[in-house]
């Protein structure tokens, strides 16, 4: 692929490349990242679903955004390059907050390893008796950090949140991700899923104020999405999510360590019908 536009990152999922000063093109690709290493094998179409349900969720939370001051950073996706289009976004550049901005209305993951041996999430309190999958009473806000390409993010407190970008804006950032979690986990209700857990990450425009919503939002990447017809506390629950890879390799014996191994087919077909089913069933739209 041949981008004319300077590389200037290379994450495990997307290329960023300068625009300008002020604009950059993300690139959505099909690869497909597990326990922090990129797998050697990629979903079809992966990208588009990302880029394609991240465009489509800026737009439903675009009210939410404005009641709390803020924006996105999405510019256009029609005046991208031709040879990427459909996977890519035209963005404002950002100077982006440290830090990973995670809400859970539900309990899994590595949040119900924490919950198990402490009762809370870092400081996070939770109401006991709770097992893998429990909806929690209310949404919660459990950043973590921004881990380099490689290593894995961890949680943090929010003193620790304070201490990285001011009470103010540590404010901002948990008032904001809440609400969108919120508005966007009834959106994802009516759709028939479930939206367990999602991450947002934000920036700001020098000179300007207010926040802004960056990067991808609420793809089956950076979310977990349950059949609401499925859901049942006390198990890991089907997902429409690449939680269904992190189960494949789990059972293949990966020690998570070396070289991850190549997905099958049938794991790799499965895998795309999960993305695009997310896909259709949240926007009601066909992927094709």
């Keep these: 692929m041949s981008v004319p536009f300077e590389l200037v990152a290379r994450g495990k999922v997307r290329e960023v490349y300068a ?8 690139v959505a690709s099909d690869r497909i990242s597990a326990y922090d290493h990129v797998l050697p094998t990629p979903i079809p179409d992966k990208g588009r679903v990302l880029t394609g349900l991240s465009v489509w969720w800026f737009e439903q939370l675009a009210d939410v955004l404005t009641a709390h001051g803020a924006t996105h950073h999405l510019l256009s996706t029609t005046d991208v390059p031709a040879e990427v289009a459909g996977r890519a976004m035209l963005v404002r550049r950002l100077e982006m907050a440290p830090v990973e901005c995670v809400a859970r209305g539900y309990l899994s993951g590595s949040g119900t390893v924490e919950y198990q041996r402490t ?5 996070v309190v939770l109401t006991a008796g709770l097992v893998e999958g429990s909806r929690l009473p209310e949404p919660v806000f459990t950043p ?14 929010f003193a620790d949140v304070v201490a990285a970008v001011g009470t103010e804006q540590a404010e901002a ?11 966007a986990a009834e959106i994802a209700e009516a759709a028939g899923i479930v939206l367990a857990d999602t991450k947002f990450e934000f920036g700001t425009v020098p000179g300007a104020s207010g926040l802004v919503l960056g990067d991808e939002v609420l793809t089956p ?16 629950q089907p997902s429409f999510d690449k939680q269904y890879v ?3 390799l ?21 895998t795309r019908e999960k993305y695009v089913r997310a896909y259709e069933l949240l926007t009601g739209r066909p992927f094709g």
């Design 119 to 123: 009762g809370a999430i870092r400081d």
């Design 221 to 236: 990447d950076s979310s977990r999405f349950w059949p609401a017809v499925t859901w049942s506390p006390g198990a890991a």
């Design 250 to 270: 789990t059972a293949s014996g990966w020690d998570r360590v070396s070289p991850p191994p190549e997905l099958p087919g049938d794991v790799v077909a499965a």
């Design 246 to 248: 992190r189960d494949w």
């Design 144 to 157: 973590s950090t921004k881990a380099e390409a490689g290593e894995h993010d961890e949680a943090i407190t």
């Design 19 to 26: 625009v300008d000063a002020d604009r950059l093109l993300l």
């Design 173 to 183: 950032l948990r008032d904001l991700t809440l609400a969108l979690y919120t508005r």
